[in-house]
């Protein structure tokens, strides 16, 4: 949920700054004063995880959100009193009021949400948690009500919503995801770096002086980040070539690409269990399979983005991903291999659980060379459609003769497996 709340209010700041596109030196210091909150959030989560029972992590978590946005609001004050800093649509706009009033009621809904939870801390904490749990869906919970009541965000309201609809810019949205890798990344090399580093006395004791022999024993724990550092560069090169046929985002698309995130945000954690417990214990075969569930979650969000993406195609995709298009066939192997791959692992573990760790181990250092292979067996396997699944051939009129049949859908399918031009 840490996660997730922060993203909130990444996702805030994006829209915010949508409508300001020009900054001046007030403005600049509130912002920063509203990065400085952002930033203490995680702390405040991590008194709500150690102490559970105690209010004020909650308190200290939702005084910080209602100061942003309170922060924020002075920001949208501001723009809107010096009109140059806003962006064209409103600075022509007859309607300006109207705007700053709309994109104030957007902006306080989600300090209010803590403004109650803070209340609710007092009289039945447990309710705090799930308030601040729907602050996540607060868009999608807003656009179901509306959809009950049959009523619809008029068109000039557009610009500025939480609707799962609403156009998110997909730059910001490579930015952050690349920066999430980057930083699971980095926390793999840390680990490895503190924690597999033989201390010079036991070497000398030990091992007689030997550092070769002395680094043997970390065997497993390096096998362990080279195949973990694969899943997360392999994970990245797909959410970066998906990204790549995509035109435009939206925030429903943004949501699914933060579920990945986060259980990317658990490689770190599936590195560290796959390596702590015993061989052959049965930790190691529960972590082993959590590593495997983290996998599977992680690239199984990232299908459905592209699966939400078809969706509105016209909009979202470039044409040669479409349905038809000459590389829908090899996307849909691409995004598909890791969900698959780590669903096979995790049952396989469960028939031969005594070879957990070598099946676990294999999986991570096979997936690469499958990725190398991966057009080729796409290109197989539609040729072997090709072979398998032909049209039949139905008695020409000598009237007709001339005229050629038509192929349809087959002669369509049969293009997806053609190399690009």
Request: charged content about 10%; proline content about 5%.
């Amino acid at each position: 949920m840490t996660f997730m709340i922060v993203t909130v209010a990444w996702a805030a700041h994006i829209r915010l700054f949508q409508v300001i596109v020009r900054i001046d030196d007030c403005l600049a210091l509130l912002n920063l004063a509203c990065m400085m909150l952002i930033t203490f959030l995680p702390y405040t989560f991590s008194l709500m995880a150690t102490f559970p029972d105690n209010v004020l992590g909650i308190l200290l978590f939702c005084g910080c959100v209602m100061v942003m946005g309170v922060i924020q609001c002075l920001i949208v004050l501001y723009a809107f009193s010096r009109p140059f800093l806003l962006n064209e649509q409103i600075q022509i706009s007859e309607n300006q009021t109207f705007y700053k009033e709309h994109i104030l009621k957007v902006i306080m809904r989600v300090p209010l949400m803590c403004f109650i939870a803070s209340i609710f801390s007092f009289i039945f904490f447990q309710l705090s948690y799930v308030l601040l749990a729907i602050v996540i869906f607060l868009p999608y919970i807003s656009r179901s009500l509306k959809w009950c009541r049959n009523k619809e965000t008029p068109d000039s309201m557009m610009f500025y919503t939480y609707l799962p609809n609403e156009p998110l810019s997909k730059e910001r949205v490579e930015a952050f995801s690349d920066g999430v890798y980057a930083i699971v990344a980095t926390l793999l090399i840390l680990d490895i770096c503190e924690d597999n580093v033989p201390d010079p006395s036991v070497v000398q004791k030990q091992f007689g002086g030997s550092l070769v022999a002395a680094l043997q024993v970390y065997g497993p724990e390096f096998l362990a980040y080279f195949g973990s550092f694969a899943t997360v560069g392999l994970l990245w090169f797909v959410h970066h070539s998906l990204f790549l046929h995509v035109t435009k985002t939206t925030r429903f698309m943004g949501l699914l690409n933060t579920f990945s995130l986060a259980f990317v945000g658990g490689l770190p954690l599936a590195y560290q269990l796959t390596h702590e417990f015993p061989n052959n214990s049965r930790n190691e075969l529960e972590a082993i399979q959590i590593s495997c569930v983290i996998i599977f979650f992680a690239g199984i969000f990232q299908l459905a983005i592209w699966v939400v993406a078809l969706y509105n195609e016209q909009e979202t995709l470039h044409p040669y991903v479409r349905y038809g298009g000459r590389e829908h066939v090899f996307m849909l192997a691409k995004l598909g291999l890791y969900p698959c791959v780590a669903l096979g692992t995790f049952f396989l573990t469960c028939f031969l659980s005594k070879f957990s760790a070598p099946i676990f181990h294999l999986m991570e250092i096979t997936v690469p060379f499958a990725f190398l292979a991966l057009r080729l067996l796409v290109r197989a396997g539609l040729a072997l459609i090709r072979q398998t699944v032909r049209a039949p051939t139905l008695p020409v009129h000598p009237s007709s003769s001339s005229s050629p049949l038509p192929t349809g859908r087959l002669s369509q399918l049969l293009s997806w497996g053609r190399p690009a031009i």
